[in-house]
């Protein structure tokens, strides 16, 4: 029951600005976003939440949108290691049950 | 900080077999997380414990599953008897009021 729409797969150039959105047209008021990658064969890789600003980190930038209806992750300068599925997830806080839906696959080309 | 510990990181087994796999959290993280991955199904969530407590097993696909998290530090997750269609990959997860980290999970075959 994940309360999260992604486009199921996408393609990005080696170096180019990879942007992921993410629809949450449900989000409540204490929601925050989540985002999480799976390389292949790996545990999901935590890489930004907020809960209505922007956000920026070492690995991506999240924005927001103003209504907090949608999302979109940044990858600045998308390199290989990149390929991944990436999770949009919906969620109160640190202690409440992660659920994951389907992710978008991102392949990053040469 | 060594992360989630999960071992083993294969397992291979033959059906009918008791399985054990176990998870070490990180100190400090009050909720533990089992997962189950299969091509077909994705990430699903088993169960989850709360300060030792299990929350919500109501992803325990049935009764050959179980949990137990005997003290903060070690949680197990049973499976007997182990049939095929219970290969997949396991991972264990935990969290605090910062955010979640998973194991590298535990591969299970069971022939």
Known sequence: ???TTQPPSMDCAEGRAANLPCNHSTISGNEYVYWYRQIHSQGPQYIIHGLKN???NEMA?????????SSTLILP???LRDTAVYYCIVLQGGSEKLVFGKGTKLTVNP | DAGVIQSPRHEVTEMGQEVTLRCKPISGHNSLFWYRQTMMRG????IYFNNNVPIDDSG?????????????SFSTLKIQPSEPRDSAVYFCASSNRYGYTFGSGTRLTVV
């Not at chain 1, 930038?61 to 209806?69: A, G, Q, V």
């Open chain 1, 77 to 79: 300068h998308a390199t």
């Open chain 1, 61 to 69: 930038s999240l924005i927001i949108t103003e209504d907090r209806k």
């Open chain 1, 54 to 56: 922007n956000e920026t």
């Open chain 2, 43 to 46: 990430l699903e969530l088993l």
């Open chain 1, 1 to 3: 029951d994940a309360k």
């Open chain 2, 60 to 72: 325990m696909p049935e009764d050959r599953f179980s949990a137990k998290m005997p003290n903060a």
